[in-house]
């Protein structure tokens, strides 16, 4: 799901929230209400939807689903560790395009992993970061979660990277909503564990919710900047 996708992936052991660098958040109050409402129309609409996908779903579909999207996302990926100065990880990106859209048949498979060229995510909010440019207000925004003004802006510059802005008018609309739905779905029903632990075992979901964010997205900078 979109607004769990900061929050998803390898990053270090969780820490106290006071351990970290300081977290601007002077919304809070908007904020509040904001992930309050989404967790509403989440426990409505989202998440059976996502349980039925899972349920329903077999997992050597649900697999080629996954690696059609990160196929659709390898530019952005390639372009964001090149502007990271780890042009490595850039050529890695590039020949797992290659590879799954050839070998792959369009990317539902992924054979690069099979073939030594592992998945290195990258992004714009990330790429700005690593240049020097801060986090900014926390924000949560509908639909997409946790944010902030630097990777608001980079989410944005990510969907204008997609292969899917080249075709037509709506078209291009299109496949944008149709991979943002999927995606929403599909990422709902994998991080379903993760997202119920969180709620249930925290004493202020929202503060935990911004701090494994905040943890998560600082770790990735710090991962772009040292080339890891």
């Known amino acids: 799901m979109m607004w769990l996708s900061g929050c998803a992936g390898p990053a270090r052991p969780p820490v106290d929230e006071a351990e970290e660098a300081p977290i601007d958040d002077p919304l809070e109050s908007l904020n509040r209400h904001t992930q309050t409402g989404f967790l509403f129309v989440d426990d409505h609409v989202l998440y059976p939807v996502a349980d039925?996908?899972?349920e329903v779903v077999p997992d050597r579909l649900r697999a080629s689903v996954r690696n059609l999207l990160e196929t659709l996302g390898q530019p952005a990926v390639a372009l964001n560790h090149l502007l990271q100065g780890n042009p490595r990880y850039s050529w890695n990106a590039f020949e797992r395009l290659v590879v799954n859209a050839v070998v792959g048949i369009g990317g539902l498979f992924d054979v690069a992993t099979d073939w030594g060229l592992p998945y290195r995510p990258a992004d714009f909010g990330q790429t700005f970061g690593v240049w020097g440019i801060g986090d900014g207000p926390y924000l949560f925004l509908p639909f997409f979660g946790p944010s902030n003004p630097r990777d608001s802006i980079?989410?944005?510059?990510?969907?204008?990277a997609n292969p899917a802005v080249l075709l037509d008018g709506w078209e291009a609309?299109?496949?944008l909503g149709g991979e943002l739905a999927v995606g929403a779905v599909d990422g709902r029903s994998r991080r379903t564990e993760v997202l119920n632990r969180l709620r249930h075992e925290?004493?202020?979901f929202y503060i935990s919710l911004r701090a494994v964010y905040y943890q998560?997205?600082?770790?990735?900078?710090?991962?772009?900047?040292?080339?890891?």
Do not use: M
């Open 173 to 175: 609309a299109g496949a």
């Open 154 to 160: 980079g989410l944005a510059l990510g969907f204008a």
């Open 52 to 54: 039925a996908y899972g």
């Open 202 to 204: 925290s004493f202020d």
């Open 216 to 228: 998560n997205r600082r770790f990735r900078v710090e991962q772009g900047r040292n080339g890891e």
